[in-house]
């Protein structure tokens, strides 16, 4: 069934509750020449592709992970060995930089401010993006929440794939990464949830007590939240209410991702429009105003 024909079905006004889709719906399902070429490179002498990229910003705990999760099985790829993964998924926490000795000392305490952008290598992650829509092969670091490190021995293969998701805090906060992304989606879960999600899950599998956590959260989480990151909802084309509670949203993505794949190399360089070219504050925008979040 095509994006236009499930509007249909839905309605609009339903459409609306399920997920909010910015400027119009268009925007999903219109073929718009991409305004920058899709570049071919050559690997070994073997032609390889410019993934679709799409970023998956959202607050602590909203749900980004489990989103690109689900998205990933539905379509069928958790399954598939990593070479063969056609769509494929990266966290932006494998880009914190490396903290000084003072930093990590204040870190152990609670003191360090994970959340603010200072925190992120992101030379190194618009590198890697970079690298990943040349069609290489790329190896991504495994952060380890409890040193508040970069795994020295861990890290990830990244083969050439068709979409790749890359999820975090802060991925639409870099204008020049921002830029890259083809399609920006902001994962909508109200903080008191978000809240009661973090504490267990940063207590089960990140090492901490609870006054640590609720610590945290006060000093740095919710104020960096509210200063770094809520204002970036702005820049996304798709708006996931309640993340992955909201089936009908996620079904939707993935129709538009399994639409994409079926495209022959040619069409997907004309779908690969550019989403970019239609984000309040890009270049292409200067001077128009953005949408208030
Ligand atoms: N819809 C949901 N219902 C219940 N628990 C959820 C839901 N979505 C995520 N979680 C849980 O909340 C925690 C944070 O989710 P996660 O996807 O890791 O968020 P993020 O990547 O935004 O930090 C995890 O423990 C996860 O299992
Ligand atoms: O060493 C660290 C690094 C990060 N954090 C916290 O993690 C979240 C980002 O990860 P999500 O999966 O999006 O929640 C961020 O809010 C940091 O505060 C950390 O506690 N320690």
Known sequence: MSMSLILRR????????????????????????????????????????????????????????????????KLGQQQKEHTERRVVCISQDSFYRTLTTA??????????????????????????????LAGKKVEVPEYDY???????????????????LIEGILVFYFPEVRELFHMKLFVDTDSDTRLARRVPRDIMERGRDLEQVLNQYMNFVKPAFEEFCLPTK??????????????????????????????SPAEKSQL???????????????????RPH
């Open 10 to 73: 839905v309605g609009v006004g339903s459409f609306h509750r399920i997920l909010s889709v910015k400027y119009n719906f268009k925007f999903l399902y219109t073929h718009k020449m991409s305004e920058k070429p899709v570049e071919y490179t050559h690997t070994n002498g073997i032609e390889s592709k410019t993934p679709f990229l799409i970023g998956v910003a959202g607050g602590t705990a909203s749900g980004k992970s489990t989103v690109c999760q689900r998205i990933m099985e």
């Open 103 to 132: 930093e990590r000392m204040r870190a152990e305490r609670g003191q360090f401010n994970f959340d603010h952008p200072d925190a992120f290598d992101d030379k190194k992650l618009l590198a890697v993006l970079k690298d990943i």
């Open 146 to 164: 409890i040193s508040n490190s970069i795994h020295p021995h861990h890290s990830h293969t990244i083969y050439p794939a068709d979409v790749v």
């Open 234 to 263: 702005k820049f996304a084309d798709v708006i996931i209410p309640r993340g992955a509670d909201n089936v009908v949203a996620i079904d939707l993505i993935v129709q538009h991702i399994s639409e994409y794949l079926k495209r």
């Open 272 to 290: 690969q429009y550019i989403g970019a070219s239609s984000t309040p504050g890009s270049p292409q925008r200067a001077g128009q105003a953005g």
